[in-house]
């Protein structure tokens, strides 16, 4: 077998592990979100790096069925003692989460530190379950990681209906009979089982970011469990791939802060991109109201202006606009291009027009000014001359069906409480 | 003032003391219910109305006494037994839609490891319709008003079609237009033969919506029917006065980890 082979071969399963753990740790991480246990998950994964050490000092190997039923033991056992602590006495779960996870980190390190100290040769890279290393799993690692992710998988699947359940009412799942107690230890077991397989690749320190932070990117994106679930395991596994990649390709940086690394800029690309939730859709939202305030605003103002002059075919300049309202200057132009483009206004040198389509539409901008501030003023009881400013806004957010009801509510009213004439569609 | 009505109770509270971390909440709670009757829990804030419901239905452990429904243990007669939990007691935010909330009342007709057939979802519909939220079945839950998820969770409780139903505070919330189609919907599941039994807080519908009262805080004060119960006398005793002397006892209880019967 020549070097290339070999590497080929390692590579192959490497990929294949992170492909089965970033699976795993997503779906189960999904739960672990909507339950809102981030801190268990981080708590457990800590709490693993004692239950390594001891299934190495107990076998005297790395051998994976050792290390992973230690850091099954220990990391179940830590999720327990906070329930326990919880039940037992007056401190709040996030001090108990916080007590476990700190006490189960540092007798970690503490056996870590006496193995390292020791003269077993076979220690070495057990230090690699602080912060993952991948190129240190073996084929028989793997082998172990994928019966574990496929159990994993296919008890989410069977149970699926259930943790749903637990996950969102559990005083009702109670009531009508779901072994309760049974089914919150199945999900806490497979969850214990995930962080397992997953810290040898990204670390005890790190693991709880692959399990939150796929989920937390889904839920960006969607409002259904179903595709959350599918969403946050693309993004699981196209992390997972990519950070493993550059950690073997820059020597030295171990695969968690790699990964999670990835895993941060996707979730921060999702906080910025991601529809209605998006930072950048809701710019964009508040951009094109803007849009719609400033064009509609002209249009109203050059029909008031229309009306004043009882000539809507006259042409208006600029400075007509701004001494009935005020618009910065630049606002004003672009606008103004915007309008003649879209065929509101017909421009004649430095003076503008109504066309047909634009008269309509600065007409019902005034009438649903006007409506607005009789309905204020007859419903709510506010005085005139407080009306104004409230119908400044209102008036571009009326829908037609709305508008229908205000008038009818109204009784087609002829003028507003500043006895200016409400324009009705011709 | 408390009538039993025993010849054969659908629910049974058989002198029911009730404790948070050895601190008793209610005690000596006796009382019985019978068929087919509207029963409003009344009390102050802290009176334990919802512990009441929750520990006949089993979810939170019994210090002392015992809860027969239908003469049976709750474990036994569940398929029988509604419960609608107090509405904020759920995170809204949760990535689901109405109809499938919907549809988790009929879990336990469909079983463990199968998903819902044609007919669950029918069901499911059918109880939309009846609480008139059809249009919002494919409604992320979140984006429904409070009034809405109240009917949501109504139409869960009608899902599972049982014979005895506990509702905490469904009123909670919810405008005078919902508040009357739910308070039809269920007086029409009572002329059907059920039984239904809702914390209520507003002392002015009491006589219009209910059969029978219990009225509590942190005792029993009285339970009958509305006619006998709902008297100036019974209600001062129930919202007048703080009951401080028993509270403190309770504290007392806890302090010194007593068992509160030897
Ligand atoms: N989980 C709990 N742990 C400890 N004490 C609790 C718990 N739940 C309720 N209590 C206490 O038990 C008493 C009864 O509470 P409960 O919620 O049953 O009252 P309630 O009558 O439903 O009140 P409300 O009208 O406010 O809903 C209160 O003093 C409350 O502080
Ligand atoms: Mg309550």
């Known amino acids: 077998m020549t070097y290339i082979d070999f590497l080929l071969q390692n590579i192959h399963h490497v990929y294949i592990g992170i492909i089965l753990i970033c699976t795993a740790s997503a779906i189960v991480g999904c739960f672990t979100f909507l339950r809102k246990r981030a801190l268990l998950g981080d708590t457990i994964a800590h709490a693993s790096l004692p239950g390594v050490c001891i299934g190495f000092i107990i076998s005297g190997t790395k051998h994976p069925v050792y290390i992973t039923l230690g850091a099954f033991s220990t990391g179940l056992l830590s999720a327990y003692l906070v329930d326990y602590i919880v039940n037992k006495s007056k401190l709040k779960s996030d001090v108990a989460l916080g007590i476990v996870l700190s006490i189960g980190f540092s007798v970690g390190i503490l056996l870590l530190t006496s193995i390292q100290h020791s003269n077993n040769a076979a220690q070495s890279g057990l230090d690699g379950f602080i912060f993952g290393k991948v190129a240190s799993l073996l084929q028989s690692d793997v082998m172990i990681m994928a019966g574990i992710a496929i159990a994993v998988i296919v008890i989410t699947i069977l149970f699926m209906k259930e943790f749903v359940l637990i996950s969102f009412d559990p005083s009702f799942a109670k009531s009508i009979g779901l072994p309760y107690e049974k089914i919150e230890f199945l999900l806490t077991a497979i969850t214990v089982l995930t962080i397992v397989i997953g810290i040898q690749t990204i670390g005890v320190v790190l693991m709880a970011a692959l399990l939150i932070t796929p989920s937390a990117i889904a839920r960006f994106w969607t409002d259904r469990l179903s595709k959350m679930i599918f969403i946050a395991i693309v993004a699981s596994i196209f992390c997972g791939i990519m950070g493993a990649y550059l950690s073997s390709q820059i020597p030295n940086l171990p695969t968690g802060p790699s990964i999670v690394m990835f895993l941060s800029i996707v979730a921060l690309l999702s906080f910025v991109f991601s529809p209605n939730k998006g930072i950048v859709y809701k710019y964009l939202l508040k951009a094109k109201n803007n849009q719609k305030i400033l064009e509609e605003n002209i249009l109203k103002t050059i029909y008031q202006l229309g009306e004043a002059n009882k000539r809507f075919d006259a042409y208006f300049t600029k400075k007509d606009i701004l001494e009935k309202k005020i618009f910065q200057n630049f606002q004003l132009n672009k606008g103004l291009k915007q309008l003649k483009n879209k065929g509101y206004l017909i421009q004649s040198d430095e003076s503008w027009k109504l066309s047909k389509e634009g008269k309509i539409k600065g007409q019902r901008i005034t009438r649903l000014h006007r409506l607005w501030e009789i309905y204020l003023t007859q419903f709510l009881h506010l005085s005139p001359d407080h009306v104004h400013d409230d119908a400044e806004t209102i008036e571009h957010l009326i829908t037609p069906e709305i508008e229908d009801k205000l008038t009818e509510l109204l009784g087609y009213p002829k003028v507003d409480p500043h006895q200016m004439e409400i324009p009705y569609k011709d | ?262």
């Open chain 2, 1 to 262: 003032m408390i009538q039993q009505h025993t010849e054969a109770p659908i629910l049974e509270v058989h002198d029911l003391t009730v404790s948070y971390n050895k601190k008793p909440v209610l005690w000596g709670i006796d009382f019985t219910i019978p068929k087919g009757v509207m029963v409003g829990i009344i009390g102050p804030n802290g009176a334990g109305k919802s512990t009441l419901i929750k520990t006949i239905m089993g979810l939170i452990p019994i210090s002392s006494g015992f809860v027969k429904i239908f003469e049976e243990a709750i474990d036994k007669v569940r398929l029988r037994v509604s419960y609608v939990p107090q509405r904020e007691s759920v995170d809204w935010d949760f990535p689901t839609n109405a109809i499938d909330i919907v549809l988790m009342g009929r879990y336990h007709k469909i079983g463990l490891f199968k998903s819902p057939r044609k007919a669950d979802i029918d069901a499911a519909m059918e109880a939309l319709e009846q609480v008139k939220m059809t249009e919002f079945a494919q409604r992320q839950i979140s984006q429904l008003s409070g009034g809405q998820q109240q009917r949501v969770f109504l139409a869960r409780a009608i899902a599972q079609d049982a014979d005895i139903y506990f509702m905490d505070e469904p009123f909670a919330g919810v405008d005078a237009a919902t508040e009357q189609t739910i308070i039809e919907l269920l007086q029409k599941m009572v002329q059907k033969g059920k039984t239904v039994i809702v914390v209520h807080h507003d002392l002015q519908s009491v006589k219009k919506y209910f059969d029978w009262l219990l009225l509590l805080n942190m005792h029993l004060v009285a339970s009958g029917p509305t006619k006998n119960v709902f008297t100036d006398e019974l209600l001062q005793k129930t919202y007048g006065g703080k009951l401080s002397l028993l509270s403190k006892v309770g504290d007392l209880l806890k302090q010194h980890e007593f068992p509160h019967r030897e």
